[in-house]
């Protein structure tokens, strides 16, 4: 298989340079953390490694060295569409290469042979009440998908550590070929008529996550789901739902348990949730507001809701330092395709009142906004309304940012993580030890 065939080739460098850091240079100081960082969520201490992926805080995101814009550009793309394969994302995360057409169809293949569902997942998911949360839906259909794990089967059995990555590799094509699936049928089964879906093999990712869905403007959704898959993929390994997949991976539970951990953290309002916030907000302003607003009504109703003690979703990021290129695409896409639309007005008008406002409140170290501020915008328009269903949406495409870094973090031998904690007691005491060395 196209995948398992390159990361094979590839596989003896990568070890050995892995090797190297960790035997040669283990002693060579990167940073010092101060406290500030250790009780500030571990903001900005360099603890992980990832080639696949990069968050330049001026920049945005490089998939392998490559910007998004270079990315869209170069990525093959299926015949008649505007956006490139999803299938040839995949290929550039697990591989580090820019993959012909023929090769980002293979991976297209692949997932096509792959994405039958059990039946037991159809039958959980139908079991559980009504008013279940999609996200919690997605969470327990992915572990529902583990009782078909290679990777835990092949441990079991008697693996050798070398070994591990290829049925992490297997098991990550399955799950990354079997989601769109799951994630149309929760769509079926909490908004439409509970049917189950299915695959068109004649058809890439987008277009059948288009198909599944039943959204009327096919052609135009389908380039959205491209676009909005390839764009949610990777962030680097330390936000929550990457690096949740990443800690509980590390244990050498399979990438079914490792990516249900992270989607759980990408249900929370601060990560994935937002998106739907961030619509909600928009809609709220539209409403209170009978259209787009002025700049001045705008500019007040931003300060009421910062002023009633909430933050403005879909702006400000840990990382980020300007507005997020994935933000900046998705607007674009928005522009070229329908700039009348009123939400994206109001998007616009949001993207050019609320820095001011989050920088006149001198809080938020970015105040741009990040992938969430039009992402929602965009699924409205083609008719995809479903407000909970969004951050479903999110772990779709997450999943094909985490599982390749899952795959490399076997073959890697990455071992378990196990960061150290300390007691505020043992805290103060060092801070009055600096303290009383600077006074002596
Ligand atoms: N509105 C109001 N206040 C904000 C803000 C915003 N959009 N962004 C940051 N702040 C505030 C923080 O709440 C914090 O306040 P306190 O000191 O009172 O706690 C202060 O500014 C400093 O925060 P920061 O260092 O700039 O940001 P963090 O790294 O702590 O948090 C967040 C980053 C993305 C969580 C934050 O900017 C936020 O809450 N944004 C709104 C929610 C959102 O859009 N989340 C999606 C992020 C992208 C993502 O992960 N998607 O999945």
Known sequence: MILH??????LPAWRERYKALNKEHAEVVVDKVTIGQIVGGMRDIK?????????????GIRFRGMSIPEVLEALPKPAGADMPYVGGLYYLLMVGEVPTAEQAEAVEAEWITRSNVPSHVFDMLRAMPKDTHPMTLLTLGVQALQTQSQFARKYHEGMKKDAYWEPALEDALNLTAKLPVLAAFIYSLKYRDGREVKIDPKLDFGANFAQMLGVKDQKGYADLSRLYFILHSDHESGNVSAHATHLVGSSLADVYYAFSAG???????????????????LLDVHKKMGGVPSRDELYKFAWDTLNGGKVIPGYGHAVLRVPDPRFTAQMKFAKERFPEDELVRLADLVFDVVPAVLKEQGKAKNPAPNVDAISGTLQYYYGVREFDFYTVLFGVGRALGVTPNYVWARALGQPIERPKSLTTK??????AKANAASAG
């Open 263 to 281: 989607l759980s953290g990408l249900a929370g309002p601060l990560h994935g949730l937002a998106n739907q916030e961030c619509l909600g907000w």
């Open 426 to 431: 043992m805290l103060e005491d060092i801070v």
């Open 47 to 59: 603890s992980l490694v990832t080639d696949i992926s990069f968050v330049d805080p001026a920049e």
């Open 5 to 10: 065939e390159q990361i094979s080739a590839q």
